[in-house]
C-alpha cells in the first residue's frame, strides 16, 4: 500500500522559500499509474490545490501560485518535493503530500500533513 | 475555471439521520467529481470518485451521485464517526466545505 511522509522545517521566514519534500513509500514514484501533488490548508479554512507533477513530467500549478512554486521529482530518491518562494504569513498552514489515481481523477493517498508557519 | 460550491455550510444532525450534501458546479464537469472526509487534525480520506464510485474500504452507508454541475453525497444513517467536514473536489479544485455536527 502506497504510503506518503512530508519532511521540512516547520518555520520559515517572510521572503524566504519553504522547501518540503514527500518521501513514496510501498510503490514506485516512477509508475505510470500516479501523478503526486501538494495541497494546503490554512489553520480554519478550507483545501487549496498548490500544484501537480504527472509521469510525463508536466507540472501543473495554481495560477494565484504558479510564480513562486516549483514541484519536482526525485526518481532515485523515490521523493518528490514543493518549494514555494517569497513566503508571507498568508502562507502559513498544513502542507500535504498527494498521490492522485489516473483513473479516478481523485487524490486518493495522503500524508498525514506537515504545519509550517511563516514568521520571523 | 471551474467553481465549486457546497451546501449547507454547516449541517447539525442526530446519529441515525440521513444526511444530503449538495455540491455544484460552475459548468458542466460529466462525472468527474470526488468526495473527501476530514476529521479535526487529521489529513483528508477519498470517500467517492466519479461521482458515485465507492473507495474500497468506506462504508456502503456512504453514497455518492449527481452529473453534470450537481452532486449530492448521502450518507444513509449518520454513525458517531461521521461527524467531520465533507469537501468536494474537481480536478484541482475544491468546494468550500461542509461540516456535520452533532444535533
Known amino acids: 500500500q502506497l504510503q506518503l511522509q512530508e519532511s521540512g522545517p516547520g518555520l520559515v521566514k517572510p521572503s524566504e522559500t519553504l522547501s518540503l519534500t514527500c518521501t513514496v513509500s510501498g510503490g514506485s514514484i516512477s509508475s505510470s499509474s500516479y501523478y503526486w501533488g501538494w495541497i494546503r490548508q490554512p489553520p480554519g479554512k478550507g483545501l487549496e490545490w498548490i500544484g501537480s507533477i504527472y509521469y510525463s513530467g508536466s507540472t501543473y500549478y495554481n495560477p494565484s501560485l504558479k510564480s513562486r512554486v516549483t514541484i519536482s521529482v526525485d526518481t532515485s530518491k523515490n521523493q518528490f518535493s514543493l518549494k514555494l518562494s517569497s513566503v508571507t504569513a498568508a502562507d502559513t498552514a498544513v502542507y500535504y503530500c498527494?498521490?492522485?489515481?489516473?483513473?479516478?481523477?481523485?487524490?486518493?493517498?495522503w500524508g498525514q500533513g506537515t504545519m509550517v508557519t511563516v514568521s520571523s | 475555471d471551474i467553481q465549486m460550491t457546497q451546501s449547507p455550510s454547516t449541517l447539525s444532525a442526530s446519529v441515525g439521520d440521513r444526511v444530503t450534501i449538495t455540491c455544484r458546479a460552475s459548468?458542466?464537469?460529466?462525472?468527474?467529481l470526488a468526495w473527501y472526509q476530514q476529521k479535526p487534525g487529521k489529513a483528508p480520506k477519498l470517500l467517492i470518485y466519479k461521482a458515485s464510485s465507492l473507495e474500497s474500504g468506506v462504508p456502503s452507508r456512504f453514497s455518492g451521485s449527481g452529473s453534470g454541475t450537481e452532486f449530492t453525497l448521502t450518507i444513509s444513517s449518520l454513525q458517531p464517526d461521521d461527524f467531520a467536514t465533507y469537501y468536494c473536489q474537481h480536478q484541482f479544485t475544491f468546494g468550500p466545505g461542509t461540516k456535520v455536527d452533532i444535533k
Open positions: 498527494t498521490s492522485g489515481s489516473y483513473s479516478n481523477d481523485a487524490f486518493d493517498i
Open positions: 459548468q458542466s464537469i460529466s462525472s468527474w
